[in-house]
C-alpha cells in the first residue's frame, strides 16, 4: 500500500481531461437515439421524449483540454451525492464519497488522466458503481466550471433532482403526494443565483462507463429522456446539460458533453413535473 503521504500529494497533482463536443458528437447520439427507439418499437414499448435541440458547447465555454485534480472530481462527487436525505450524517457521508475512490484515478501534469493499477482492478459487481460515480464527479465539476464562466459573479448550486423534486411530486411508491407517471428525471440540478435576482436551473444527467466511445453515445442518447423529463417555464425552453465520461480501463478518460440552449429554467416561472406526452 502507498503510505498516505503519498496518496494526498496524488490528490492534488493536476492531469489533462478530454473533452469531446462537436457536431459529430450529436450526430452519433441521434445515431443510437433512433437505433434505440426502433428497438423499442419493435418490442411494442413505450416512445420516449427526448431533449431537443441538444448540440456542442463552445469551446470558449468548456475547454477542449483543461486541467483537474483527482480531488476536483472526488469533492465534487462527495458533495452532491451525500446531499439527499442525510440528514446529520451528511459531513461523513461527503467525507467517505470524496475518500472512496482517493487512489482510483492517475496522471501527471503532462500527461492525461487515466484509471489507476486500483481503479482498473475493480471488481466486476462494482465497475457500473464506479463509472457511474466518477462519472458523475468528472460531470458536475466540469458543469461548475462552464456555468461559471456564463455566468460570472454568480454562484452555481449542485442540488440532487429527487431532493428537489420531492418536495412537489411522489416518485416512488412511497412516497406521498401527487404521482408524476413517468420514472425518467435528470439526476441533478444546477442553480445558478446570485442575491437579489431570479435563480436560473439547468437539469443536468450525467453517466459513465468503463468501455469506449460508442457506449458514451448510447448513454448520451439515454440522458437526453432524462432532461426532458422536467420543463421550468415555456415548454421546450429548459436549458440542459447531458454529459458521459468514458473511462477505458486502458488510456485515457474523455468527457464527452452536449449542451440544449433556451430562455426558461427561471423560477419565478412554473415548473412543469415528469409526465407522458
Known amino acids: 500500500m502507498k503510505p498516505a503521504a503519498d496518496v494526498l500529494r496524488e490528490l492534488v497533482q493536476p492531469s489533462n481531461i478530454s473533452v469531446h463536443s462537436s457536431p459529430a458528437l450529436v ?14 418499437k419493435e418490442k411494442e414499448l413505450e416512445d420516449l421524449r427526448r431533449k431537443s435541440g441538444l448540440r456542442p458547447i463552445p469551446a470558449k465555454e468548456l475547454d477542449r483540454t483543461l486541467q483537474l485534480t483527482p480531488w476536483d472530481v472526488l469533492h465534487t462527487l462527495g458533495q452532491a451525492i451525500a446531499l439527499s436525505r442525510r440528514g446529520a450524517g451528511r459531513g461523513l457521508a461527503e467525507h467517505w464519497g470524496s475518500l472512496k475512490y482517493s487512489q482510483a484515478l492517475a496522471g501527471g501534469i503532462d500527461s492525461f488522466m487515466t484509471l489507476s493499477a486500483e481503479g482498473r482492478g475493480t471488481a466486476d459487481h462494482y465497475k457500473a458503481i464506479q463509472s457511474g460515480e466518477l462519472g458523475t464527479g468528472f460531470a458536475l465539476t466540469l458543469a461548475r466550471q462552464l456555468l461559471s464562466r456564463r455566468y460570472p459573479k454568480h454562484s452555481v448550486s449542485i442540488v440532487p433532482a429527487d431532493t428537489a423534486l420531492r418536495a412537489g411530486w411522489a416518485l416512488t411508491s412511497r412516497d406521498p403526494g ?12 444546477a442553480e445558478i443565483w446570485k442575491p437579489g435576482e431570479p435563480s436560473r436551473v439547468i437539469p443536468i444527467a450525467c453517466k459513465g462507463n468503463h468501455s469506449n466511445a460508442a457506449a458514451s453515445h448510447v448513454q448520451l442518447a439515454s440522458a437526453s429522456v432524462h432532461v426532458e423529463a422536467v420543463h421550468i417555464g415555456a415548454w421546450d425552453e429548459t436549458p440542459a446539460l447531458v454529459f458521459s465520461t468514458e473511462l477505458p480501463t486502458e488510456g485515457a478518460l474523455t468527457v464527452h458533453a452536449l449542451q440544449a440552449r433556451g430562455t426558461g429554467g427561471q423560477l419565478n416561472g412554473q415548473v412543469t413535473p415528469p409526465r407522458h406526452k
Request: hydrophobic content about 25%; charged content about 40%.
Open 27 to 40: 450526430g452519433s447520439m441521434d445515431e443510437a437515439a433512433a437505433e434505440d427507439d426502433k428497438a423499442r
Open 178 to 189: 401527487h404521482r408524476s407517471g413517468y420514472r425518467y428525471r435528470p439526476q441533478f440540478f
